[in-house]
């Protein structure tokens, strides 16, 4: 089978990423901390699984060197991984929490008879959750298959170029499921692609079902049969005035194991605490507001009379409680992502604050600041 092309897989990313993120939304798996990806191509709905686990780590899987190679780049020490490996001769150390294998079972020959494995490996409260294309009596395919049977090409494409292994029935993968003691959910959904540009579909299959099929031709065979290939796939899926339109099957499979669940985890920051002296609320707005660019948050009517107050943005939020012994914090300090390192930096300086630049984290960027207290605040440049 002729190498992954990573670039013309992506070529319909948004098309072919839709049914991960429908798929990702049936699972419900709250504190996950192991997630794995079989089959993961090349590594960015991986990373979506990371983001939507902060707090697991989150691994890979994928036997294609092309595709690890674009992966790999996306790796976050300690969170996010990627291994070369078949997906077949997978097992992990420990069981996961999560196993999601999109777009890959169809390859693999026999691959029902693997779910039990897999489900073998979710841990109690977890889950697996797969799907499949289930287009394969679609046109697109049938188009394929007759050309390859056809006298030109028979004699050099034999029966084992057809593309992967094909899929079973939805119904197939539920009692499978079932049989490996797990709580299933099955369903399909036919999806309305609507692609742009010229030979659409055939850019398309190029990227999936024709790599087993130009495998077997040197580079003059292939343009010829895709030639061929084109003005038939035109004929089946004409285009039309908005794109081309392609009616997409994929059959989708979640399985939950019962138990108890990873018992909860932190997944976030929800605020940081810095304490201020009495009266200090209108310097601390002049510095965290005007200066920063934080908006005040209002605090609830039995904390707002203590005194003090909250400032939040893109996500951060920090809150300012008096201390009648105050003492600035130097080393406990808040440190803020900062999109425009250098202006902010200016800013500070022009307004009289102090701006101590740090290189101990380099190559990222960063420098520190005093607020009107003597409060130690850290400011970075976002993670590169």
Known sequence: MTGWDPQQYQRFGDERARPFFDLLARVDVPAARRVVDLG??????????????????????????????EAKVLELPGRLEF????????????PVDVLVTNAALQWVP?????????????????????QVPGNFEA????????????????????????????????????AALAAAGLHADVWETTYQHLLPGDDAVLEWVKGTALRPVLARLDGAEQAEFLAELA????????????????PFRRIFAVGRR??????ASVTGLDHVQVAI????????????????????APKPPVLAARGGCWFRGHGTEVHLGVETEFRPARKAHVAFVVHDLDGLADRLAAA?????????????????????????????????
């Not at 291994?83 to 420990?94: F, G, K, T, V, Y």
């Not at 030109?152 to 292994?165: E, K, P, Q, T």
């Not at 003005?231 to 392609?246: D, F, S, V, W």
């Not at 630049?357 to 590169?384: I, M, T």
Request: proline share 8%; glycine share 12%.
């Open 40 to 69: 993961c191509g090349p590594g960015q709905l991986t990373a979506a699984l990371s983001r939507r686990w902060p707090a697991a780590r989150v691994v890979g899987i994928d036997s294609s060197p092309e595709m690890l190679a």
């Open 83 to 94: 291994r070369q490996q078949d997906l077949r001769e997978w097992r992990p150390d420990e």
């Open 110 to 130: 026999g691959h029902i008879d693997l779910l039990g494995v897999l489900a073998g490996h979710v841990a109690p409260g977890g889950t697996l959750a797969f």
């Open 139 to 174: 046109p697109s395919h049938r188009a394929i298959l007759d050309l390859r049977r056809s006298p030109r090409w028979r004699d050099l494409l034999g029966a084992d170029a057809d593309r992967g292994a094909g899929v079973c029935q939805p119904g197939d993968y539920l």
């Open 231 to 246: 003005a038939r796939l035109r004929a089946a899926y004409p285009k039309g005035e908005h794109g081309t339109l392609l």
């Open 258 to 263: 019962g138990g108890a669940a990873q018992p």
């Open 277 to 296: 002296p009495t009266g200090g609320e209108d310097a601390a707005r002049g510095y965290y507001a005007d200066l920063l660019g934080l908006v005040e």
């Open 352 to 384: 009289g604050r102090s701006v101590t630049w740090d290189d101990e984290l380099a190559p990222r960027r960063r420098f520190y600041s005093d607020d009107p207290f003597g409060n130690r605040v850290e400011l970075l440049a976002p993670q590169a």
